[in-house]
């Protein structure tokens, strides 16, 4: 009997392959960073055939460290950095541009004619979201509309679109399955989150041929089988797969996953909820034909504050260093920083916003800024938990965490201190690769819904300790400083 279960989670900084084993426990990791590309300003872009080769990479570095056969896995689960549009050529199964990244703001204009012309409530009742140069949809228009031939080619339907979920299903099975999944699919804003459908009124008014998109499946089903001869059996965006992979089943769980962005999603059940604060409706997953739907608030800067300290400003060698620096002052000197550098998300959504330290005197120092950016991620939380809070009817006891920079436990305290609730980190906190294992898992039957209920272990719980006065006044200054970087370009 095969032994384990394969994950592929291709995040925004680096692609990962995780092997589990029965007990959901981690047997191999490989994870390869690959290349950010900065064409303009605002402008972000990575080379989907990286994406794919790095992908393919770490798959073939995890089974070595097992020395392993592909018929030891049972399945593939798949998961991914969400919203990232690729289109390319069906014959040559060549990308026509690069990959476009969730964080580019290039079609921030055409989010901007939309709105002018009344499409907003429209937009937000069909797919759930708000108009922003974050999804896909816009993204997909500017490669028609500027890669030359690539609407005549769109048009003759030899193009196809896909999230990295379906460049990765695409090139899995050397081009046989064009699929993609429900939870990908609503964050397209092109689909329709009741209807379950692409929105044809949508794909007009975006003049997108509907021949370039991709088949909508299930979460968890077997789709078909890789070349390597392993069946691809789960599908979930990464914020999505780290909610199931939280086993936040319940409604009214909230999961935070703080990897270059930060992304906060509450379980609402069957029913899509409307957000009155600006927060996003999205499909958490869909199973055995039940939809399952979510609220999410998205911060587009998380840990890529620490990158950005690292790589801008060599201010570390390393993000974990990050702790250590943070930890050399006492407070944050009054210092804060709005890490607004693609404009700001959730609950803000301000495209022009961008990126301000404030408070500087003589006496700050690197760990000031240090710990102002640590504090930012916690704080850019906290504005969003106020949110999901206001559409809840149910009280946020505790915050599950994961992802890369939830290790670091001066910022998981904080963000404790200044949300006053439990935050709770997982032993395995690569809940994401987790979630897509399960999702793959459940369909080929490698485990059932009860095993994996119990699976879920805490490793360490942050405890509120702040005094409320404190945690008030540097509240209220956040967010006088987040008032100053908007609207700024
Ligand atoms: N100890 C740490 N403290 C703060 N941030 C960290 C730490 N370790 C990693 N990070 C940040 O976490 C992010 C990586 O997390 P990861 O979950 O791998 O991201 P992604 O899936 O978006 O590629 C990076 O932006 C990195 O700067
Ligand atoms: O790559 P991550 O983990 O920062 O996730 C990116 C999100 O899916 C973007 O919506």
């Given at each position: 009997?095969?032994?384990?279960?394969?994950?592929?989670?291709?995040?925004?900084?680096?692609?990962?392959?995780?092997?589990?084993?029965?007990?959901g426990q981690i047997e191999a990791i490989a994870q390869k960073e690959f290349e950010q590309i900065f064409p303009k300003p605002g402008w972000v872009e990575h080379n989907a055939m990286e994406i794919w080769s790095s992908q393919r990479g770490v798959v073939a570095e995890a089974k070595a460290k097992l020395h392993i056969e592909n018929s030891d896995i049972a399945a593939i689960g798949i998961t991914n950095q969400r919203e990232t549009t690729i289109v390319w050529d069906r014959a040559s199964g060549k990308p026509i541009y690069n990959a476009i990244v969730w964080q580019d703001r290039r079609t921030s204009k055409t989010c901007d004619q939309l709105k002018e012309a009344g499409y907003t409530d429209k937009v937000k009742s069909k797919t759930g979201l708000v108009i922003d140069a974050y999804f896909s949809g816009?993204?997909?228009?500017?490669?028609?509309?500027?890669?030359?031939?690539?609407?005549?080619?769109?048009?003759?339907?030899?193009?196809?679109?896909?999230?990295?979920?379906?460049?990765?299903?695409?090139?899995?099975?050397?081009?046989?399955?064009?699929?993609?999944?429900?939870?990908?699919?609503?964050?397209?804003?092109?689909?329709?989150?009741?209807?379950?459908?692409?929105?044809?009124?949508?794909?007009?008014?975006?003049?997108?041929?509907?021949?370039?998109?991709?088949?909508?499946?299930?979460?968890?089903?077997?789709?078909?089988?890789?070349?390597?001869?392993?069946?691809?059996?789960?599908?979930?965006?990464?914020?999505?797969a780290g909610l199931f992979g939280q086993m936040a089943l319940e409604l009214g769980m909230v999961k935070s996953t703080y990897g270059t962005g930060c992304f906060i999603v509450a379980n609402t059940g069957s029913t899509p909820v409307s957000s009155k604060n600006n927060l996003l409706t999205t499909i958490a997953w869909q199973i055995n034909g039940e939809t399952t739907y979510a609220l999410e608030g998205s911060i587009f800067i998380g840990g890529a504050v620490v990158q950005w300290l690292r790589d801008g400003l060599d201010l570390v060698r390393e993000s974990r260093e990050i702790e250590k620096l943070a930890n050399s002052v006492e407070d944050n000197g009054g210092i804060f920083l709005v890490p607004a550098f693609a404009g700001l998300g959730a609950p803000h959504w301000d495209q022009y916003a961008r990126g301000i330290i404030v408070g500087i005197t003589r006496g700050t120092s690197k760990g000031h800024i240090a710990r102002a950016a640590l504090e930012a991620i916690c704080y850019q939380t906290k504005d969003v938990m106020n949110?999901?809070?206001?559409?809840?009817?149910?009280?946020?006891?505790?915050?599950?965490?994961?992802?890369?920079?939830?290790?670091?436990?001066?910022?998981?305290?904080?963000?404790?201190?200044?949300?006053?609730?439990?935050?709770?980190?997982?032993?395995?906190?690569?809940?994401?690769?987790?979630?897509?294992?399960?999702?793959?898992g459940l369909a080929v039957k490698f485990w059932k819904l009860e095993d994996l209920k119990n699976q879920w272990q805490e490793d360490q719980k942050f405890k509120p300790k702040m005094e409320s006065e404190d945690r008030e006044e540097l509240y209220s200054r956040w967010s006088k400083a987040v008032e100053r970087s908007k609207d700024w370009l």
């Open positions: 009997m095969s032994k384990y279960i394969l994950s592929l989670d291709q995040g925004t900084t680096s692609s990962r392959a995780i092997l589990f084993n029965h007990k816009t993204k997909i228009k500017w490669i028609l509309d500027n890669v030359e031939g690539a609407r005549k080619k769109a048009e003759a339907g030899e193009l196809a679109f896909g999230t990295v979920d379906s460049w990765l299903i695409w090139n899995l099975t050397k081009g046989k399955l064009h699929i993609t999944d429900v939870t990908n699919a609503s964050r397209t804003m092109l689909y329709n989150i009741h209807d379950l459908d692409w929105d044809n009124e949508l794909l007009t008014l975006l003049d997108i041929p509907k021949s370039m998109l991709p088949e909508v499946r299930s979460c968890s089903e077997v789709y078909g089988v890789s070349s390597w001869g392993i069946p691809i059996a789960g599908i979930a965006g990464d914020q999505q949110a999901m809070q206001g559409d809840s009817k149910i009280a946020i006891k505790e915050l599950r965490v994961d992802g890369g920079a939830s290790v670091n436990n001066t910022l998981m305290q904080f963000q404790s201190d200044i949300l006053n609730i439990d935050v709770v980190r997982p032993k395995v906190y690569e809940t994401t690769a987790l979630g897509a294992a399960y999702l793959a």
